[in-house]
């Protein structure tokens, strides 16, 4: 017989009621679960008779938390956080060369080193099932507070995220963000203001992703205009093939241009002031006292004091 509080932390009731917390709207959150939007409504209106008061409530067309459901909000990440302690605590007896592992991959990253190391290291370790996802910053951010990923792999600093408490980073390289071109005006240049990166159209990442956030905050904080946009793309070689084919301007990782530099006629130069940040490692805290994720770990350390992430950029096919 089932009881209260099984109804109440049902592992599909609690992720519908996460996602409709993150985004306060019941289409977008029906649309990110794979459902319905009176499926969705069905579960939340269960969820609020158990617990005995609404957990929601609608100014207008805007959806709040009610109390009740700050409260209910407050409590699911707890239990979160006891379960994925737990997990962890159970992993960490676990062997080194057996398991799985689950990595999601920032989807605007060169993925070629990490591609090639981890099929080294399955030449080492075959009993260890490693998964690499190509996922949003969203997307990891929820499948790490979740526990449905080990390591993340992504650009820091993030400030979208407030709460680096339960989180680790390992630092993998330094990171510079390059303008991409075809002015033979410009093919002079060693540096380029970002006043000077406005003469023509660009074609850039969505707006959320964490390459266009910097890039806009740089041109804000240099008091430059923003470049008008042509288009809009999800992955660095859809922005790569679109800049070469149209002569539109852009901008992408250096580790990205380095790795593609032979196929396409685009010249890179870097920004003045530079955009700089960091790609990491992203994990939960107790995540690297697992043995399989600490071996891991260490492996792809070694794999560049061998030969260093640059290099393996553009040494690796």
């Not at 507070?145 to 680096?164: G, H, Q, R, T, V």
């Not at 660095?236 to 196929?263: G, I, M």
């Not at 920004?271 to 600490?294: G, H, L, N, T, W």
């Amino acid at each position: 017989m089932k009881t209260k509080s099984d109804n109440i932390f049902s592992s599909k009731t609690l992720n519908y009621f996460l996602q409709l917390a993150e985004t306060m709207n019941y289409t977008q959150a029906a649309q990110l679960l794979g459902i319905t939007q009176p499926a969705l409504t069905q579960q939340i209106k269960k969820l609020e008779r158990i617990a005995g008061a609404p957990l929601f409530y609608s100014v207008g067309k805007k959806l709040h938390l009610s109390d009740a459901g700050k409260t209910m909000l407050r409590t699911t990440h707890e239990v979160y956080d006891i379960l994925n302690a737990a997990t962890d605590e159970i992993q960490q007896t676990t062997s080194a060369t057996i398991g799985k592992i689950r990595i999601g991959l920032l989807s605007s990253i060169e993925d070629k080193v990490f591609t090639n190391f981890i099929i080294d290291y399955y030449h080492e370790n075959p009993d260890v099932e490693v998964t690499l996802l190509m996922l949003s910053r969203k997307e990891i951010w929820g499948k790490l507070e979740n526990n449905k990923i080990d390591l993340a792999i992504m650009y820091l600093p993030d400030e979208s995220i407030k709460n680096w408490k339960p989180y680790k980073s390992k630092k993998i390289m330094e990171e510079e963000i390059l303008f991409l071109h075809h002015d033979e005006a410009l093919s002079k240049k060693k540096k380029i203001k970002m006043k000077d990166t406005t003469g023509n159209r660009w074609v850039t990442y969505p707006e959320s992703y964490y390459m266009n956030e910097v890039i806009k905050e740089s041109y804000k904080n240099q008091l430059a205009d923003l470049p008008e946009v042509a288009g809009q793309y999800t992955t660095p070689s859809q922005l790569y093939k679109f800049s070469n084919a149209t002569e539109c301007y852009t901008a992408l990782p250096n580790s990205y241009v380095k790795a593609h530099e032979r196929e396409a006629e685009l010249q890179a130069i870097p920004f003045d002031p530079a955009i700089k940040f960091k790609m990491a490692f992203v994990y939960r805290s107790d995540k690297d006292q697992i043995p399989r994720i600490e071996n891991f770990l260490s492996s792809f350390d070694a794999h560049l004091i061998e030969s260093d992430y640059n290099s393996r950029l553009k040494s690796e096919d």
